[in-house]
């Protein structure tokens, strides 16, 4: 394993999906992240792990473009994004799921997840009703498969389980063709039934989707990754494969504690 920073020992093997170098975001006095240079290739599932306060979920924020970062380059499939609005990255393939969630309880699963494709075509701002062979919701209904929930998906998300809706959240981050993905700690407050569920949808997603997963249960992130980046007071820490991390004590001290079980 190596410690933080050279994004340049990465594998040199395939294209780059997503690529940061010097990502700096402050706020007034406090620098939440402070030159991070990181390279994922296309395809590759990371994780990113990190006491609260590590600075992930501003990274995430960097990357969306919610809080564009103060200095640095963020190039995504080659092209700098540095500058461009959250909207116009949501339209080059970028996704994101949140914490919290950010659904409508008033809609159907399988609306919820049309509007979502809709809203990522050239048709988003149509006002016409969808015909039956409309292709936003024949997808819709492929991505319904994907993640568990087509036999729900005349229901009203009001009445989904918490573990239900966090499998709408994927379903709507795979609206549209997405390049690649930025997945939230989407694994919070599910049980233990839940949490298997959710890593065999992570780990059935097509092969060219490439992923970030920010997610404070290890046995989870650790199933689901297969390279980590570890983040302590904004900065990247350490960088290894999941059974490197797990076996650190440096990272045990920091992160772990006396042992996750």
């Known amino acids: 394993m190596t410690d933080a920073h050279p994004a340049s020992r990465l594998s040199a093997e395939g294209a780059t999906a997503l690529d940061l170098r010097g990502v700096t975001k402050r706020f007034g006095a406090l620098q939440a992240l402070v030159g991070v240079d990181m390279r994922v290739r296309v395809g590759e ?19 969306t473009g919610d809080f564009p970062c103060t200095s640095g380059r963020i190039r995504f499939f080659g092209d700098d994004i540095t500058l461009l609005p ?12 949140y914490q919290i969630s950010q659904l409508f309880d008033g809609l159907s699963v399988r609306d919820s997840v049309f ?27 492929r991505i319904l498969q994907v ?47 839940e949490r298997r569920d959710l ?8 092969a060219h989707v490439g ?4 997610e404070h249960d290890l046995d989870v992130a ?34 772990l504690g006396h042992g996750h079980g």
């Open 115 to 141: 509007l979502a494709c809709r809203g990522v075509s050239r048709r988003r701002l149509s006002l016409l009703r969808p015909r039956t062979d409309d292709s936003g919701m024949e997808q819709a209904l």
């Open 222 to 255: 650790l199933r689901v990754s297969e390279y980590v980046t570890m983040m302590h007071n904004g900065k990247i820490f350490k960088e290894g494969t999941p059974a490197e991390i797990e076996d650190d004590a440096e990272v045990q001290a920091i992160y």
């Open 147 to 193: 993640v568990g929930l087509d036999d729900l998906r005349d229901q009203l998300v009001s009445v989904l389980s918490h573990g239900q809706k966090r499998q709408l959240e994927i379903a709507l981050a795979l609206a549209g063709a997405p390049r690649f993905i930025l997945f939230d700690e989407p694994a919070a407050g599910l049980s233990p039934t």
């Open 86 to 97: 959250a909207e116009e990255r949501i339209r080059r393939g970028l996704r994101r799921t």
């Open 45 to 63: 599932r990371r994780a990113v792990l990190g006491s609260n306060g590590a600075g992930k979920t501003t990274l995430f924020n960097a990357i």
């Open 199 to 206: 890593v065999a949808i992570l780990n059935a997603l097509p």
């Open 211 to 214: 992923y970030i997963i920010i």
